[in-house]
C-alpha cells in the first residue's frame, strides 16, 4: 500500500474516532516543526494500527484508554474518552478498564483517571458522551 494510501485511511480514521473538530484544531496548530510528527501519528498509529481488521473500534478505545491511564498520559486519556461518542465504548466499559488499571497498574493511576473521567463525562453529559454509541463499534478501517 502506497505512503499516500495509508496517510488517507488514517485521516479518515482519525476523523472517525476523534472527530473533525480535533482533528482541524490539531491539523491548524500544526507547524513545520512537527509536521513529520502529524504524518507520523496519522500513517502510524490511525493508519497502522487503528486500521487493522482484528478488533472493533470499540475494542481498541478500550485498550487505548487503559494504557493511557495505566501510563498517567492525562491529556491523551480525556481526549480519547472523548472520542468513545465515535467508537461505542461506554461508561460501564471505561468504569471496568479503571478497575483492572487499580490491579495492575496501581490505584494513583486509576484514582486520576477516575477523576478524568468524571470531568470529561459532565462536560459531555448532554451530548450522550457517557452513553457511548453502537455506531463506533463495527469492525473494520472505518469507512
Known amino acids: 500500500m502506497s505512503e499516500e494510501t495509508v496517510h488517507r485511511r488514517g485521516m479518515r480514521l ?3 474516532v476523534l472527530g473533525d473538530a480535533h482533528v482541524d484544531r490539531a491539523e491548524a496548530a500544526g507547524t513545520g516543526f512537527d509536521e513529520d510528527f502529524q504524518r507520523f501519528i496519522t500513517e502510524g498509529a490511525w493508519g497502522s494500527v487503528w486500521a487493522r481488521p482484528h478488533f472493533s473500534l470499540r475494542e481498541r ?3 487505548t484508554i487503559a494504557l493511557l491511564a495505566a501510563l498517567g498520559h492525562e491529556e491523551e486519556l ?3 474518552l472523548r472520542a468513545t ?3 461505542g465504548a461506554a461508561m460501564e466499559d471505561i468504569r471496568e478498564v479503571f478497575m483492572h488499571v487499580a ?4 490505584v494513583p493511576a486509576a484514582n486520576a483517571a477516575f477523576r478524568i473521567a468524571k470531568q470529561v463525562y459532565a462536560e459531555g453529559l448532554a451530548e450522550g ?3 457511548g454509541s453502537a455506531e463506533g463499534s463495527a469492525k473494520g478501517d472505518g469507512d
Not at 490491579?103 to 496501581?106: E, N, P, Q, R, S
Open 14 to 16: 482519525r476523523r472517525k
Open 61 to 63: 478505545s478500550i485498550v
Open 78 to 80: 480525556a481526549m480519547h
Open 85 to 87: 461518542r465515535n467508537t
Open 103 to 106: 490491579v495492575y497498574a496501581g
Open 129 to 131: 458522551l457517557a452513553e
